[in-house]
C-alpha cells in the first residue's frame, strides 16, 4: 500500500535525519516506525465463537414476557433432567 503523508518542513527533516543515523531511507524509518506504533492484528474469529454471538445477538431482548418465558422453558427443561437422570448418561454402543 503506498500512503502520502503530509510532513511539516521540520518533520521531514527529523526524519531524515534520524534515518540517516539509523542508516536507511526516510520511507523505510516511516514503514517501521508506524509498525511498531500499531495495535496487534486481532486474531482471526473462530468461526463457531461468530456463530454464537451471531446467536445471541439474535435472541436478545428486553421484553419481560418472553424473558419470563425463557425462564419458564428452561426450569421445565432442568426438572426435567433432574427427573430423569439416566438420560443424561452416556450409553456405551452395543456389540
Known amino acids: 500500500m503506498t500512503l502520502v503523508i503530509d510532513l511539516t518542513p521540520e518533520e ?3 526524519l531524515r ?3 540517516q543515523r539509523q542508516g536507511m531511507d526516510a520511507a523505510e524509518l516511516a514503514r517501521r516506525t ?3 506504533h500499531l495495535p496487534p492484528a486481532a486474531p482471526p474469529e473462530d468461526a463457531t465463537l461468530a456463530l454464537f454471538a451471531q446467536w445471541e445477538a ?3 431482548t ?3 414476557e418472553e424473558i419470563a418465558a425463557r425462564n419458564r422453558e428452561w426450569e421445565e ?3 426435567n433432567l433432574e427427573a430423569n437422570p439416566l ?3 452416556r450409553v456405551p454402543p452395543q456389540p
Open 12 to 14: 521531514e527533516a527529523r
Open 17 to 19: 535525519a534520524a534515518a
Open 77 to 79: 427443561m432442568k426438572a
Open 58 to 60: 439474535e435472541d436478545r
Open 87 to 89: 438420560s443424561l448418561r
Open 34 to 36: 508506524l509498525a511498531e
Open 62 to 64: 428486553d421484553d419481560p
